[in-house]
């Protein structure tokens, strides 16, 4: 019996269920182990650089990124109108602001349209048509009059209980074929992303200076 290959395989196990303690990156068992391990090896390898439409002919990785998350979202929003055909739901940013003020509670109406990245004029829309429809309502806040508050009501969390098997069919169907561990990798790349642009978001700069002033700061 090989001792040395085994003590070799309990240190590995070892080392993943430090690194996986209180992260839960990977499930703690067998596959989660083995994605694990995969993982490890090709970061301690350099990959190899993914070919795309165009790269031959100087097309840069910032402009396939770019394409490829706008095609994306597009998917996306195409599998969230499917998700809501059959609903009360006339857009998905209808379902996507009752499932942020039922995740985060009341907010302010600006609260309620820069945590979904929205335009002030696009997001009181929707927020005029929640409180239409009686899924949301607006409140005044008891510690000071002077500030309302959005919040969802019974017919708005009832609502979206009825459709939240379709929306997170369409999810899951979003995430298509993905390891778990693939999907760990992505959640942490694109929130690093959004880190990023969240900031400039909320600066509220002019939309003739935003670029310029994003561009002056990567270079």
């Excluded at 074929?177 to 942490?188: A, D, G, K, R, V």
Aim: glycine share 6%; proline share 1%; net charge neutral.
């Amino acid at each position: 019996m090989n001792f040395d290959l085994i003590k070799a395989v309990v240190e590995l196990v070892q080392q993943f269920m430090e690194q996986n303690e209180g992260k839960a990156i990977y499930s703690n068992n067998l596959q989660g182990f083995t994605e694990w391990l995969n993982a490890s090896c090709r970061n301690g390898s350099k990959p190899e650089d993914p070919d795309w439409e165009g790269k031959e002919s100087g097309r840069s990785s910032e402009s396939i990124i770019n394409t490829l998350l706008i095609r994306i979202s597009r998917y996306a929003k195409s599998y969230s109108r499917s998700a809501i055909s059959n609903s009360g739901f006339s857009s998905q940013d209808d379902f996507i602001y009752l499932i942020s003020l039922k995740t985060m509670g009341a907010m302010t109406k600006m609260e309620l349209i820069r945590h979904n990245v929205h335009e002030k004029s696009a997001g009181i829309l929707i927020i005029n048509r929640l409180i239409l429809n009686g899924w949301a309502v607006q409140t005044i806040n008891e510690k000071d009059k002077r500030t309302k508050h959005i919040q969802i009501t019974e017919k708005g969390l009832a609502l979206l209980e009825e459709q939240m098997d379709e929306i997170r069919k369409a999810s899951k169907v979003v995430v298509g074929n993905l390891t778990h561990s693939e999907q760990m990798l992505l959640i942490t790349i694109l929130s690093k992303l959004d880190e990023f642009h969240d900031y400039y978001y909320r600066m509220n700069l002019e939309t003739g200076d935003l670029l310029d002033n994003v561009y002056k700061r990567l270079n």
